[in-house]
């Protein structure tokens, strides 16, 4: 990549993460050498990561052995093993009551976003997403040249179903939600989403970020994908990067109808093993599926830790929504300060979001990192 392309690149990245409501790693590269933690165990001198909701336990036990056991295969592709990238779609799809033909893998859920994205936004068709949200396909389909449609969350921060219904037309190409959403960590009641989904997708393709569903009690009851099962025309995008834990091994998966999503792999993919997750990522999601408990454990410790910030955010009378998720959206009146403050104690985290400038959102870190952050947030010293 030449100096001049790079420098392309980087700014559109910048610009991508500005509007994502992130700010990158390198910011920290002067101030601390570029070292970013070894463990999951963070030390004092370290950055705090409470950017990216990432699961700060880090991978299950069972997810290291496999690991350890697979390694000496890396000079391999992930396929013909027992391992392979059949039999994780095949165990997706019989989780979810589903075919393998109902199931893309892809890097994370990231890359199926954008490949739903340039699906359904290459010819300049309208795309509406809520705001604020996790908005990859809203983001790259502007770049594409797609009308995007962003309708703003209600007064309760939930997404406004009726007003995004309202703005379908005849251009219409998708409709996307995120539930719980990303960054208000707020959630659609199931039966009210299904009947909107059942409703709304004989007028367009739907699809549902699914990312953080995991953190919900009776998670599988309340996913979209039962839809699929339906004949209906949705798609459900997942990744192994949060409370799985795995987001350095990029894995994820879009399921939808076998019809489109045989369309979107002959487009994206070719089928070839070049394009496919690799063998430690597909070998890890294959056992993270089957270990519930570790799953248990991390929703149970992402409650405690909630609870534990809810608290400090009331003795320092910030407003603040009760998240779903692993990550909590809360009011610091002046976001650009709360983040120079920020910086200057090496924490990251998300926030300024063009409808809610002055909210932030924080990951649910180790008890270590919460403390730290609580202890730099005492006094309001930003404001």
């Given at each position: 990549m030449d100096t001049t392309n790079r420098r392309q690149w980087l700014k559109k990245s910048l610009a991508t993460s500005a509007a994502l409501g992130l700010f990158p790693l390198h910011?920290?590269?002067?101030?601390?050498?570029?070292?970013?933690?070894?463990?999951?165990?963070?030390?004092?001198?370290?950055?705090?990561?409470?950017?990216?909701?990432?699961?700060?336990?880090?991978?299950?036990?069972?997810?290291?052995?496999?690991?350890?056991?697979?390694?000496?295969?890396?000079?391999?592709?992930?396929?013909?093993?027992?391992?392979?990238?059949?039999?994780?779609?095949?165990?997706?799809?019989?989780?979810?009551?589903?075919?393998?033909?109902?199931?893309?893998l892809g890097h994370g859920s990231f890359e199926p976003l954008i490949w739903a994205a340039t699906?359904?936004?290459?010819?300049?068709?309208?795309?509406?997403?809520?705001?604020?949200?996790?908005?990859?396909?809203?983001?790259?389909?502007?770049?594409?040249?797609?009308?995007?449609?962003?309708?703003?969350?209600?007064?309760?921060?939930?997404?406004?179903?009726?007003?995004?219904?309202?703005?379908?037309?005849?251009?219409t190409s998708l409709l996307t939600l995120c539930n719980p959403n990303n960054p208000t960590g707020t959630i659609v009641e199931t039966e009210?989403?299904?009947?909107?989904?059942?409703?709304?997708?004989?007028?367009?393709?739907?699809?549902?970020?699914?990312?953080?569903?995991?953190?919900?009690?009776?998670?599988r009851s309340k996913s979209m994908a039962s839809l699929i099962a339906e004949g209906k025309?949705?798609?459900?995008?997942?990744?192994?990067?949060?409370?799985?834990?795995?987001?350095?091994?990029?894995?994820?998966?879009?399921?939808?109808?076998?019809?489109?999503?045989?369309?979107?792999?002959?487009?994206?993919?070719?089928?070839?093993?070049?394009?496919?997750?690799n063998s430690l990522s597909v070998a890890s999601a294959i056992t993270a599926l089957q270990d519930d408990l570790f799953l248990e454990i991390s929703r149970n410790k992402n409650i405690e830790i909630q609870h534990t910030f809810y608290n400090e955010l009331d003795t320092l009378g910030l407003n603040y929504i009760r998240s779903k998720a692993n990550f909590v959206y809360?009011?610091?009146?002046?976001?650009?300060?709360?983040?120079?403050?920020?910086?200057?104690?090496?924490?990251?985290?998300?926030?300024g979001w063009p409808t809610k400038s002055n909210w932030a959102r924080v990951t649910m870190g180790s008890e270590n990192d919460m403390s730290f952050l609580f202890d730099k947030m005492k006094g309001k010293k930003w404001l």
């Amino acid at each position: 990549m030449d100096t001049t392309n790079r420098r392309q690149w980087l700014k559109k990245s910048l610009a991508t993460s500005a509007a994502l409501g992130l700010f990158p790693l390198h910011a920290f590269s002067e101030i601390n050498n570029g070292h970013y933690g070894t463990d999951n165990t963070s030390k004092k001198n370290d950055v705090k990561r409470l950017l990216y909701n990432e699961n700060h336990l880090g991978p299950s036990k069972n997810v290291e052995r496999i690991i350890k056991q697979v390694i000496s295969r890396s000079n391999r592709y992930a396929t013909f093993y027992e391992y392979d990238a059949k039999t994780l779609k095949q165990l997706i799809a019989k989780q979810e009551g589903l075919k393998p033909e109902n199931v893309l893998l892809g890097h994370g859920s990231f890359e199926p976003l954008i490949w739903a994205a340039t699906h359904f936004g290459s010819k300049g068709e309208q795309i509406i997403v809520p705001s604020p949200t996790f908005d990859v396909v809203g983001l790259f389909a502007k770049k594409i040249g797609a009308k995007v449609t962003p309708v703003e969350v209600d007064l309760d921060f939930r997404m406004n179903l009726t007003e995004m219904e309202a703005r379908i037309s005849a251009d219409t190409s998708l409709l996307t939600l995120c539930n719980p959403n990303n960054p208000t960590g707020t959630i659609v009641e199931t039966e009210k989403l299904k009947s909107f989904c059942r409703l709304v997708s004989d007028k367009t393709t739907v699809l549902i970020d699914e990312a953080y569903i995991h953190y919900l009690n009776s998670w599988r009851s309340k996913s979209m994908a039962s839809l699929i099962a339906e004949g209906k025309n949705v798609l459900v995008t997942r990744t192994f990067s949060k409370i799985y834990a795995l987001a350095g091994l990029r894995i994820g998966f879009i399921l939808g109808p076998d019809t489109l999503i045989a369309e979107m792999e002959k487009k994206f993919t070719l089928g070839f093993p070049g394009n496919m997750p690799n063998s430690l990522s597909v070998a890890s999601a294959i056992t993270a599926l089957q270990d519930d408990l570790f799953l248990e454990i991390s929703r149970n410790k992402n409650i405690e830790i909630q609870h534990t910030f809810y608290n400090e955010l009331d003795t320092l009378g910030l407003n603040y929504i009760r998240s779903k998720a692993n990550f909590v959206y809360f009011d610091v009146k002046d976001f650009k300060a709360y983040k120079e403050l920020m910086l200057k104690n090496k924490i990251l985290l998300a926030g300024g979001w063009p409808t809610k400038s002055n909210w932030a959102r924080v990951t649910m870190g180790s008890e270590n990192d919460m403390s730290f952050l609580f202890d730099k947030m005492k006094g309001k010293k930003w404001l």
